[in-house]
Each structure stands twice: as structure tokens, then as C-alpha cells.
């Protein structure tokens, strides 16, 4: 039985000896091309859309906008930061109160 | 017109270079990636991207490998990036067939014939051809560049930046897995 296998599986490891190359179907270059002139009327196609007057304009708008979005939300950003600031100012001069407690208290060497 | 004179000429996006560069190169690249991919459309797809690849990227061919091994090395990688394309879209098919009421079946890719197999050789290498399908990239890669394209372990080894040992090494495991998935495809017909 083993041998079997053996001898089915060295047939199959073999079978692709000798191998022929294979081609591509004929008129492989016309094809290339085609496609190559596809994808680049395709980027044209894109190039020309974004230099319209108008696409130009309304990303301008666009860009103004994000920039203004983004002004006026750190703007709130500093507030809620100087507001933090005076809680951490808050709560630091308490606990140095009590450190200086902490050490009236530990007088001892 | 020499290799070096092609390469010049195409640098300077001369059109009749790069009809010539293709044709002598075509069934190389086509053959390699029939070998990894085992579908003719999407070795045609393939091939049709290593040569606009060829063709963007010609001025970064500093010219220190020989191009035919850069043209392989492009051939690899884009095959091996079809099959990851290939697999993410299974994947994204299948949860798709989950939430879908019918349409959930996933058929199996019918059994790969290469047009090159001698006719008495046929059905044994459709199931050589299976077994490779289960094997790492790099050993499916080295043995297709091998058996198929009939390139020396040195050659391999410049196209995969190994060394000839790596080569060798990759080689022998590629053979013991084939023989063990082989085993297993013959022993689910006792």
C-alpha cells in the first residue's frame, strides 16, 4: 500500500517535467497599451475635474472652513485648559498646606 | 538593438522600446505568474501590471542585477500581492454570504490544466498544481521559478535576495510538504 502512494506521488511530483512555457493569447502589447491609455485618460479625467473654476473654489471654501473649525475649537480647548490649571493651582496649594502641617507636626529628628 | 540600448530608450519613454522590451519578455512574465496565480486571467492582469510597473519605474533601474531579474522580482511580488487581494476578497465574500439569505455558497476554483503539461501528464499535474496551492509563498515561489521557469538555485537566489543555501533549503521543504499534502489527497480516495 505504502509503496503505492509512494510510487503515485513521485509520478505527480514528476508530472510537470518538461514542462512547456506558457503564453499570453495573442496581441498581448495592443491590449497593454489599451490599458495604459485607460489609466492615464483616467487621471486625466480626475486632473481636469479638480483645475475646474468651481471644484478649485469650493475646496478653497472647504479648507477656510476646516481652518476655521479648528481655530475656534482650540480657542474652547484653552479655556477648558486655563480652567484646569486653576484646579490643579487649587488642589497643589492644598496639599503643600498640609505637607507644612505634616512637618510642624514631625518635628522629631 | 541590444539589452542596454532597450533600457536607454525606454528610459526616455521611447514607445518602440518598450513594444520591444515586452515582447521578448512577455512569455516569462506571463509563465511565472500562471505558475503562482494558476488562472490565465489573472496572470494577464498580472503581467499587463509588471510591465506599466516596468514602465513607471524604469529610471530607478540602477542596472546593478541583470533586468531580467528585476523584471522576476516584479513579477513575484505582484503576483504574490494579487493573491492577497484575491484572499481579502474571499474573506469579505464570505461575511457578506453570512448576513445574505441565498447566494451563501462558496464554489470551490475548478482544477488548474497549464497549457504547457505533456497530455499523458495532465491529470497528475492538476493535483501537483492543488498541492502547491497549500504551500508558503516562498516555497511555492522557488519551486514555480524552478520546475516551471527553469532557472538555477544562483538565479533564484538573486531574484528572492537569499542565498543559493537559503534557496536549496526552501526547495527541500517545498518538496516535503507536496509529498505530505499529495499523501493526504491520495489517502481521502481509500
Known sequence: ?109 | MNERELIVLLKKKDREAFKSIVETWQDMVYNTALGILQNAEDAEDTAQEVFIQVYESIASFKEESKFSTWVYRITVSKALDHIRKKKRKKRFAFIQSLYRESNGLMIDPPDFFHPGVKMENKENAAVLFKAMEKLPANQKTSFVLNKMEGLTYQEIADIMNLSASAVDALLQRARQNLKKNLKEYYKSFE
Request: hydrophobic share 40%.
Open chain 1, 1 to 109: 500500500m505504502q509503496e503505492k502512494f509512494r510510487k503515485k506521488i513521485e509520478d505527480t511530483l514528476h508530472s510537470i517535467d518538461g514542462i512547456e512555457k506558457a503564453s499570453p493569447s495573442p496581441f498581448f502589447f495592443t491590449r497593454l497599451e489599451a490599458r495604459m491609455n485607460r489609466e492615464k485618460n483616467t487621471w486625466e479625467k480626475i486632473a481636469s475635474f479638480v483645475a475646474r473654476p468651481v471644484v478649485a473654489l469650493a475646496s478653497i471654501c472647504l479648507v477656510i472652513m476646516i481652518n476655521a473649525a479648528v481655530v475656534f475649537s482650540s480657542s474652547d480647548a484653552k479655556d477648558a485648559t486655563a480652567f484646569q490649571n486653576n484646579e490643579i493651582a487649587t488642589v497643589d496649594e492644598y496639599s503643600q498646606v498640609s505637607v507644612i502641617f505634616y512637618e510642624y507636626e514631625n518635628t522629631k529628628p
